[in-house]
């Protein structure tokens, strides 16, 4: 009994697929020292939390109790959130980003094979506080406030996200999300 109950599926598919596992070998992140938790231990409890739904460090906690979802991973721990931010700290972000472009790139490249067209779509998030990027810019529902351009690529007829790129306030035009879509 798991209160993440569908969650114990979308494991299964994963490892069944093999997609989880080829995953975390072409991972870029480098784990050293004595006390350093294991790549799958730590990329499991990134995923299991994503999946929760949890979108802050702190709410990884609530994974820490599930004996079931883990082991659908094949994962020994789940990682406390110190673990996983301080993992994610120095990371080289370039390598990182081909890395999970790679992995996304495989999880949709056959669903290219069927007739598709593809769509950008700008999403303009007003942003309370200061956050990384934040500019003014159109901002129809809250102007004078600094925001975010969600710029989203779709797969229309398949109704698959591809990715999404965020931009600062300044760049809410479709043509600044260009380079993304081809």
């Known amino acids: 009994v798991t209160p993440l109950g569908q969650l114990v599926f979308f494991c299964q598919f994963l490892a069944a697929g093999g997609l989880y596992p080829k995953w975390v070998a072409e991972c870029p992140l480098r784990r050293t020292g004595p006390n350093a938790l294991s790549l799958p231990d730590l990329l499991g409890t990134w995923v299991l939390a994503s999946l929760s739904g949890a979108w802050r460090y702190a709410q990884v ?67 309370y506080g200061h956050q990384e990027g934040a500019q003014l810019g159109y901002n129809p529902h809250k102007p004078g406030r600094p925001s975010h351009a969600y710029h989203t690529v779709f797969l229309r007829t398949l109704r698959v996200v591809l990715d999404v790129e965020v931009r600062s306030g300044k760049e809410h035009a479709s043509r600044h999300g260009l380079s993304n879509l081809w």
Do not use: C, H
């Open 61 to 127: 906690t609530a994974l820490r109790g599930d004996k079931v979802n883990p082991q659908g991973l094949g994962m020994k721990r789940v990682a406390s959130e110190d673990t996983l931010r301080r993992a994610f700290e120095n990371a080289d972000e370039g390598a990182m980003a081909a890395w999970q472009t790679e992995a996304l790139l495989r999880t949709y490249a056959p669903a290219l094979e069927q007739p598709w067209i593809a769509d950008l779509d700008v999403t303009v998030k007003p942003i």
